[in-house]
Nanobody, 125 residues
Framework: VQLQASGGGLVQTGGSLRLSCAASGPTFSRRSMAWFRQAPGKDRGFVASISWSSGNTYYGDPVKGRFTITRDNVKNTVYLQMFSLKPEDTAVYYC???????????????????WGRGTLVTVSS
């Protein structure tokens, strides 16, 4: 499966952005999806995920209450709606997909077999 993230850009503090990740290939509906991010000079970290089986969503503590992950299994796309953006949200955002039917905690990089190239989000102060 190939993943193409888009929607990044420059936004002011307090602003909003919506990221999209389009997946090609079969079995999208049976893959859990996630967003991770990597800020300059830092390790990549978990942002949000959505389970293929239950539709449950999970969020990293820094983004809880501000970001929302959703998916559209008809369009084979996962979204990350970001509100109340802060300068510390500045990072390259990566979408990721599990192998079909995988279950787990969904917040660790090793759970995801497929990764997109990332889209840069810059939040100005």
């Amino acid at each position: 499966v190939q993943l193409q993230a888009s929607g990044g850009g420059l936004v002011q503090t307090g602003g909003s952005l919506r990221l999209s990740c389009a997946a090609s290939g079969p079995t999208f509906s049976r893959r859990s999806m996630a967003w991770f991010r990597q800020a300059p000079g830092k390790d990549r970290g978990f942002v949000a995920s959505i389970s293929w089986s239950s539709g449950n969503t999970y969020y990293g503590d820094p983004v809880k209450g501000r970001f929302t992950i959703t998916r559209d299994n008809v369009k084979n796309t996962v979204y990350l709606q970001m509100f109340s953006l802060k300068p510390e949200d500045t990072a390259v955002y990566y979408c990721a997909a599990t192998s079909p039917s995988r279950v787990g905690a969904l917040n660790r990089e090793y759970e995801y077999a497929y990764w997109g190239r990332g889209t840069l989000v810059t939040v100005s102060s």
